[in-house]
């Protein structure tokens, strides 16, 4: 019998808790953040019952490669050892930690983060105390130049830059203990093999999932954050909130080592029923908590799974109130894919189809600014260029959304932003995947589309959106203008 999305993840969120305890929380597999296709992919023999005797042989057969892949992070580790002589862990003693991600939109703003905004720096200029923004490390060979990016920021406070690997002695170190997890997994899955089959398949299944990068990536976060929060000393520490296991990682083990720290998880971006990481998390947290949301849906949204950590509505930066609402006259659909290559191909393919079919609209492609163009991407968009009715945007968010009548997204923010203008909101996706929809809340302020067919039905129609004054009080509800004063 194959199992759906929540049932899965269920099912994994049983095996760590019940099986496995919390030093599996250094692998993501354990945990799915939100159930979109990108996410589902590992747990491909899953979802399809592969047979365990398979999945084990597979395994088996694999197991070259992960010592291949282990003898390389070592050497890596080697090579990339410089990168640790720019940081100096000593002369921090900021009291406010931010956990942050070096994507290319964040590293290139000077002015702000992209996640915290200026949160950071208030603490300064209100004179309290100072802040550091740690960010990962999200490219191979591009260190030194993004550490230059990062000191261009606001001098006031500290922003360092995680190196990609470890330390030669911890990544040994790393190879022994993500070998004694998997091989434990190993034999747990034995050991229940008659009595629970779905359980020890996923046992099965996690094994590969030792030997890939985010695994490793985790470690590293966790070895890295414990460099700064080993003393004793009362400092907050600020994540992001968006269901990822290492989100529950480095907060329990930031209390664990120093009982004087304070937590705040930051629910940035819009939440949605497929985000069982977010629920998960929330069944393990207390007071000791706090949870920062963009706004007052969201708040009593995550009350509602759990009322045991503290709740501030922090507001969000998305928030734009100056600008105009009013919407240009004009024939164009703007399409927002998130930023993985998968859910880009994916719309790239679906403006190929619509550029025929829907000759008298412009098609606006506005590729999400962490989305890293590679070459079939460059190659799909090549093609895209030779048909006059598609564009790829280079405009602001704001001018997009004005200028577009029809607006088609899936789990992006875009799909609540544009509840501040005339656009009207499609959501586009196959019908398991109706809980990724931001607009999920109120089924009026957006049409549905499953397929080409019902979309191209959809836009030949005399579609109206709901009145712009009910989207507006949505909106303020979802989304609301930053607070410091909330916290500091």
Known sequence: MKLNFREISENLENTLNENLGSSYLINPFFRISKATPEQMKPYFMITHNFPRPLILMINLIL?????????IGLMLSIIFQNQYKSLDWNRHQQKNLFLSHGTAGNLLDEKKDRFFDLLPEKFITLGQASSMVVYTNQNNFRYKRDLKLLRQKNPNTDHVLLP?????????????????????CLCTGISIYLSDSTRSRILFASIPSFFRRNTYTNYLLR????????????????????????????SDDAIKRNAHVSIYLYQHSPLVPYHFGVINHLNHLDNKICILTTGIFYQKYLQSISSRPRYIVFGSNKVNISQSRSNVESNSILYV???????????????H?????????THVLRLHPDFKINIFAKILLRVLNKHSNFRLSSSNLSTDLKTSKFLLYRSSAVGIEALNYKTIPIFYA?????????????????????DVVELISLINSQLSGT???KRENKLKE???SLKYESII
């Open 430 to 450: 196959n019908s398991k995947f109706n809980d990724l929809n931001v607009l999920f809340m109120d089924d009026t302020l957006y049409y549905q589309a499953r």
């Open 337 to 351: 894919p998130e930023g993985t290559f998968k859910a880009t191909f994916q719309i790239l393919k679906l403006i």
């Open 467 to 469: 009145s712009l004054p």
């Open 63 to 71: 197991t070259p490669w992960y010592a291949l892949k282990l003898i």
């Open 223 to 250: 070895e890295r954050m414990r460099d700064l929060y080993q003393s004793n000393s009362k400092f907050a520490f600020f994540l992001t909130f968006e269901g990822h296991i290492y989100e529950q990682m480095l």
């Open 164 to 184: 990609k690997f470890l330390k030669f002695g911890e990544n040994l170190y790393f190879i022994l203990y993500i070998s004694y997890l998997a091989f434990k």
């Open 353 to 361: 189809k619509l550029t025929d079919s829907l000759k008298d609209y």
């Open 478 to 480: 979802l989304l609301t």
